[in-house]
């Protein structure tokens, strides 16, 4: 069944449309208040604390004012703490046109203040991204792995 994400839903495809259950689910689901925006971080961003403003509550999702590059190369590692414990179901990632979407991310679990090197070691789960400006495609989480994250 075609997704418009330049693939057909099958086997190997894992994402849905965020908005297929209405906001109500967005807005009741949203870990935004509980994100640790003062202890909240970026490696390889161009201006400093730029990450801070692409975090934003579930009714301002496609504002698209504000956005985090990177300053070296095309990776950032974004270190996101929470407020206390919480539980991941999935995460939606709007991107920019063309060549400024991200095509990869990977999650890793309570590993506060990582750098790089420690980027290096295998993430708890990692997402080939499809280009989405809109936010209508939600990458799910295995839920066992991000059922505690601090």
Request: proline share 4%.
């Amino acid at each position: 069944m075609p997704c418009g994400r330049d693939h057909e839903h099958g086997a190997g495809c894992d994402h849905g449309a965020a908005g297929q259950l209405g906001e109500e689910i967005g807005l009741a689901y949203s870990l935004y208040q509980r994100i640790d925006m003062a202890n909240l971080n970026c490696l390889n961003e161009t201006e400093e604390d730029s990450v801070k403003s692409i975090f934003r509550p579930w009714e301002r999702r496609l504002e698209k004012e504000n956005w985090v590059e990177s300053d070296a190369d095309e990776e950032l590692l974004i270190n996101i703490p929470f407020t206390g414990n919480v539980k991941l179901k999935g995460l939606i990632i709007i991107g920019g046109e063309e060549e400024t979407h991200p095509d990869k991310v990977r999650l890793f679990k309570n590993r506060p203040n990582m750098t790089f090197d420690d980027a290096e070691s295998a993430p708890e789960q990692e997402f080939t991204l499809v280009r989405d400006s809109d936010g209508t495609v939600e990458y799910k989480t295995k839920i066992v792995k991000f059922s505690s994250l601090h």
